[in-house]
């Protein structure tokens, strides 16, 4: 349903719960601060942007989004391909990309296509989100010891040997300040849950900056001072070339909005026990990626960790959502002049303590111990991601998690011979003897073969029919397979068939199709495969088969006690 949960929730909207709303907006736009700047220094743009990245999309995420308490801001995921697209695009690109992405989001919307993102394996997830979170601890080094170091390399393994190479040019002061910047970041929640304990350290360790004259870098140091004024829409040059250069990233920064949106609204659900609305959400998801560049935003998506302040502080509504953007903007016209003062040093500190709790370690070693194919996903993917590309990682991750599924549905699609089951003795005590349907209680006259598939015939199974098909030591009359438990077939498995009955016909043998369900008989249906096989060949029931291989090959029927064809 493409309906806001703002307009769901307006409807029983009362005094109590908009004072709850403001309480919560209130303290995640404080927490959303110094996130916003530390991911958009991060990420290669100046904090500006990242700021209003929380304003603009904030705002539109949770005035439009499927979700109740749904946050939306710059998040630690997108830091990394952000970084990759700005070095080798640039700002323009970056540009060009977000708004593709954000198109991209609005149709896998409308499309419906929200519960789909819900089946990407976890080892793919898990892999890639705690690669980004390596990222973005190795990021941080530079500033976090104040390394006299000039621009530091992109890639992984030549980012560590720079730090290695300048590791004697250590700042003692930058030092200081992240480790005190990170010692209140963990132990102030001791003191007070309600004020975040980024925001206390930002204030803290700026005053003790200004106040004691560190030579630290601060952000006018680098970046200048932060604009107070708001930054007029300007829609971006589009040319076929720089669209072309940056489809690869869009539908990244989309695959990842996506996801990161969807989990964070599971997330939610499970604390405040409420249900998304997946499609929507994508769709103010797009929407908001396709506003804030016009701004000068960077990519936007759900942010778990803000979400959940929101919930843990009486956030109940899309208003506390809206509430945060807005303290956000007050704080940024008002006072963000004064951001220029803030040390860099305690934007490092605060995004290794988030990398720390991206990198969901205990999930990792947890997954470390699933089946080996679960393993492989998860390092290949993780691996790519830190030593490669995000983009690659995720690629191979879902190629390689697909074709591991696929061996597994052909492993349980099985394809045997029921000559054996028409010997009663040797079922005797097992559940053939209770099935009604089952072969031994039927007589399979000479010059008949019985087949039959269990599980779904796709083409992974199809090479295993042909296998078990192949071993058939002399051809037969006729040949049934039987279909009884094939749930679904695809067209690979319709064009096996097809190719037993063309090939089976130059031997001298008639194919039939028994017990033929719903999905299978539709997808036969005006199939160049049913035309191959025949109409008249397809029967609803094993008996049926077996009256017309009686029928083919002479042998006289008659009816018997229990119904089914026998022989004289």
Do not use: C
């Given at each position: 349903?493409?309906?806001?949960?703002?307009?769901t929730?307006?409807?029983?909207?009362?005094?109590?719960?908009?004072?709850?709303?403001?309480?919560?907006?209130v303290?995640v736009?404080?927490?959303?601060l110094?996130?916003?700047?530390?991911?958009?220094i991060?990420?290669?743009?100046p904090p500006?942007?990242?700021l209003?990245?929380?304003?603009?999309?904030?705002?539109i995420i949770?005035?439009?989004?499927?979700?109740?308490?749904?946050i939306?801001?710059?998040?630690g995921?997108?830091?990394?391909?952000?970084?990759g697209?700005?070095?080798?695009?640039?700002?323009?690109?970056?540009?060009?990309?977000?708004?593709m992405?954000?198109?991209?989001l609005?149709?896998?919307?409308?499309?419906?296509?929200g519960?789909?993102?819900?089946?990407?394996?976890r080892p793919?997830?898990?892999g890639?989100t705690?690669?980004?979170?390596?990222?973005?601890?190795?990021g941080?080094i530079?500033?976090?010891f104040?390394?006299?170091m000039?621009a530091?390399?992109?890639?992984?393994?030549?980012?560590?040997?720079a730090f290695?190479?300048?590791?004697?040019?250590i700042?003692?002061?930058?030092?200081?300040?992240?480790?005190?910047s990170?010692?209140i970041?963990?132990?102030?929640?001791?003191?007070?849950?309600?004020?975040?304990?980024?925001?206390v350290?930002?204030?803290v360790?700026?005053?003790?900056a200004?106040?004691?004259?560190?030579?630290?870098?601060t952000i006018?140091?680098r970046?200048?001072?932060?604009?107070?004024?708001?930054?007029h829409?300007?829609?971006?040059?589009?040319?076929?070339a720089?669209?072309?250069?940056?489809?690869?990233?869009a539908f990244?920064?989309?695959?990842?909005?996506?996801v990161?949106?969807?989990?964070?609204?599971?997330?939610?659900?499970?604390?405040i026990?409420?249900?998304?609305?997946?499609?929507?959400?994508?769709v103010?998801?797009?929407?908001?990626?396709l506003?804030a560049?016009l701004?000068?935003?960077?990519p936007?998506?759900?942010?778990?960790?803000?979400?959940?302040?929101?919930?843990k502080?009486?956030?109940?509504?899309?208003?506390?959502?809206?509430?945060?953007?807005?303290t956000?903007?007050?704080?940024?016209?008002?006072v963000?002049?004064?951001?220029?003062?803030?040390?860099?040093?305690v934007l490092a500190?605060i995004?290794?303590?988030?990398a720390?709790?991206?990198?969901?370690?205990?999930?990792?070693?947890?997954?470390l111990?699933?089946?080996?194919?679960d393993?492989a996903?998860?390092?290949?993917?993780f691996?790519?991601?830190?030593?490669?590309?995000?983009?690659?990682g995720?690629?191979?991750?879902?190629?390689?998690?697909?074709?591991?599924f696929?061996?597994r549905?052909?492993?349980?699609?099985?394809i045997?011979s029921?000559?054996?089951?028409?010997?009663?003795d040797?079922?005797?005590?097992?559940p053939y003897e209770t099935?009604?349907?089952a072969?031994?209680?039927?007589s399979?006259?000479?010059g008949?073969?019985?087949?039959?598939?269990?599980?779904?015939?796709?083409?992974?199974a199809a090479e295993?029919?042909?296998?078990?098909?192949g071993q058939v030591?002399?051809?037969?009359?006729?040949l049934?397979?039987?279909?009884?438990y094939?749930?679904?077939?695809?067209?690979?498995?319709?064009y096996?068939?097809s190719e037993?009955?063309?090939?089976s016909?130059k031997?001298?043998t008639?194919?039939?199709?028994s017990?033929?369900?719903?999905?299978?008989?539709v997808?036969?249906?005006?199939?160049?495969?049913?035309?191959e096989i025949?109409?008249?060949?397809?029967?609803?029931?094993?008996d049926?088969a077996?009256?017309?291989?009686?029928?083919?090959?002479?042998?006289p029927?008659?009816?018997?006690?229990?119904?089914?064809?026998?022989?004289r």
């Amino acid at each position: 349903m493409l309906v806001p949960k703002l307009v769901t929730t307006l409807k029983t909207y009362d005094r109590d719960q908009f004072l709850g709303d403001l309480t919560a907006g209130v303290i995640v736009g404080v927490v959303a601060l110094p996130l916003a700047i530390a991911f958009a220094i991060a990420s290669g743009v100046p904090p500006g942007r990242g700021l209003w990245t929380a304003i603009v999309a904030g705002f539109i995420i949770s005035a439009l989004g499927g979700s109740r308490v749904q946050i939306g801001g710059p998040t630690g995921a997108f830091v990394v391909i952000v970084y990759g697209i700005v070095q080798k695009y640039g700002i323009d690109g970056l540009t060009v990309a977000t708004l593709m992405a954000g198109a991209i989001l609005v149709v896998m919307g409308l499309a419906k296509l929200g519960s789909a993102i819900k089946f990407i394996p976890r080892p793919v997830v898990t892999g890639f989100t705690s690669g980004i979170a390596v990222i973005i601890f190795s990021g941080e080094i530079k500033d976090f010891f104040g390394l006299s170091m000039g621009a530091v390399p992109s890639a992984f393994i030549a980012k560590w040997q720079a730090f290695a190479a300048h590791a004697g040019g250590i700042t003692p002061a930058a030092l200081g300040v992240s480790v005190a910047s990170m010692a209140i970041i963990l132990l102030w929640p001791r003191v007070n849950r309600r004020i975040p304990g980024p925001f206390v350290a930002l204030i803290v360790m700026t005053a003790a900056a200004q106040l004691l004259h560190l030579p630290v870098e601060t952000i006018g140091s680098r970046f200048g001072t932060i604009a107070a004024s708001v930054p007029h829409p300007a829609v971006p040059h589009l040319s076929l070339a720089q669209i072309s250069a940056v489809v690869g990233p869009a539908f990244t920064i989309a695959f990842l909005a996506a996801v990161e949106s969807l989990l964070s609204a599971v997330v939610a659900d499970g604390m405040i026990g409420s249900r998304h609305r997946s499609n929507m959400e994508l769709v103010a998801q797009g929407v908001a990626n396709l506003a804030a560049p016009l701004f000068g935003g960077i990519p936007a998506t759900g942010a778990i960790a803000r979400t959940a302040t929101n919930i843990k502080n009486g956030g109940r509504t899309p208003v506390a959502g809206m509430v945060h953007a807005l303290t956000l903007l007050v704080i940024t016209v008002f006072v963000g002049q004064w951001a220029a003062l803030i040390p860099l040093s305690v934007l490092a500190a605060i995004l290794v303590v988030v990398a720390y709790h991206m990198s969901e370690w205990r999930t990792f070693l947890t997954e470390l111990r699933s089946p080996k194919s679960d393993v492989a996903v998860l390092l290949t993917t993780f691996l790519l991601t830190l030593l490669v590309d995000l983009t690659v990682g995720i690629g191979v991750g879902m190629v390689l998690a697909a074709f591991l599924f696929i061996r597994r549905m052909a492993e349980v699609t099985q394809i045997s011979s029921v000559a054996d089951e028409s010997d009663e003795d040797a079922h005797a005590g097992d559940p053939y003897e209770t099935d009604p349907n089952a072969m031994h209680r039927r007589s399979v006259p000479k010059g008949v073969e019985v087949f039959e598939i269990n599980g779904p015939f796709f083409f992974g199974a199809a090479e295993s029919f042909r296998d078990t098909i192949g071993q058939v030591a002399r051809k037969p009359r006729v040949l049934i397979i039987r279909m009884r438990y094939v749930p679904a077939l695809d067209s690979t498995g319709m064009y096996t068939l097809s190719e037993l009955a063309r090939r089976s016909r130059k031997d001298g043998t008639t194919v039939l199709l028994s017990d033929v369900h719903m999905q299978p008989m539709v997808a036969l249906t005006g199939s160049p495969a049913l035309t191959e096989i025949g109409k008249e060949n397809l029967f609803d029931n094993i008996d049926a088969a077996l009256a017309r291989a009686r029928e083919l090959i002479g042998v006289p029927v008659v009816e018997s006690a229990s119904g089914a064809g026998g022989e004289r």
